[in-house]
């Protein structure tokens, strides 16, 4: 029997988006020396951003607690202590107030995302995702997916526990002048984000 890990950071990527990953890596590393991240290959198994509560109900099986992380976030601090923001049987995520701004609802971005074992509604998300492509199509990305769950009545407050910016600041919180200071992780979304992720790389 394999010794499950406490802590794991976990992201994936596929032939459109590896290219990131030197970079992604490299601000992870710098920051976070002695914590492990496992990188799943999506090429290996279809689905595009639909593999993604897939692979994180998978990484269950070999750590008590995870923390996704899209390869287009920008690591700038020690990340560990995400774990200790964790609460049972829900996910640990960041209102998107950008999405919730311009659609008048409430949204959790899932570029970054933390848990503890397997919640009920990351088992939710999981299958929808696997039926969203085998049944229906890739109708949605995984976020919409995620948020059609948690939408009615209380689910968003059962399900999920919201922490603070910092740990995912997305690109539209820039425009919108509503970035928190002491960023964590800077989530570099949409094409403009791409080309910023160029950008550094280039520096």
Not at 142 to 157: F, N, T
Not at 160 to 166: E, S, W
Request: net charge negative; glycine share 4%; aromatic share 10%.
């Amino acid at each position: 029997m394999v010794t499950k890990l406490s802590k794991l950071f976990i992201t994936g990527c596929d032939k459109n988006t590896r290219w990131m990953l030197p970079w992604f890596e490299s601000n992870f590393y710098k920051h976070n020396p002695d914590a492990d991240l496992y990188v799943f290959d999506f090429d290996e198994m279809g689905r595009g951003w639909f593999n993604k509560p897939v692979v994180m109900r998978q990484a269950t099986e070999f750590a008590e607690k995870i923390c996704w992380l899209d390869t287009d976030c920008e690591v700038r601090a020690d990340i560990t202590p995400i774990f200790d923001l964790i609460d049972p049987n829900r996910l640990t995520m960041v209102a998107d107030q950008p999405w919730t701004m311009r659609r008048g609802e409430t949204w959790h971005n899932s570029g970054v995302v933390a848990f503890q074992n397997r919640p009920l509604v990351l088992d939710h998300w999981a299958e929808e995702a696997i039926m969203m492509v085998e049944d229906r199509g890739p109708m949605f990305g995984d976020q919409d997916l995620l948020h059609e769950l948690v939408r009615e009545g209380l689910k968003r407050e059962i399900h999920i526990r919201t922490i603070p910016k910092q740990w995912n600041t997305l690109r539209l919180d820039l425009t919108d002048h509503t970035a928190p200071p002491n960023i964590k992780i800077m989530h570099w979304t949409g094409r403009m984000g791409k080309d910023e992720i160029r950008k550094q790389m280039n520096e």
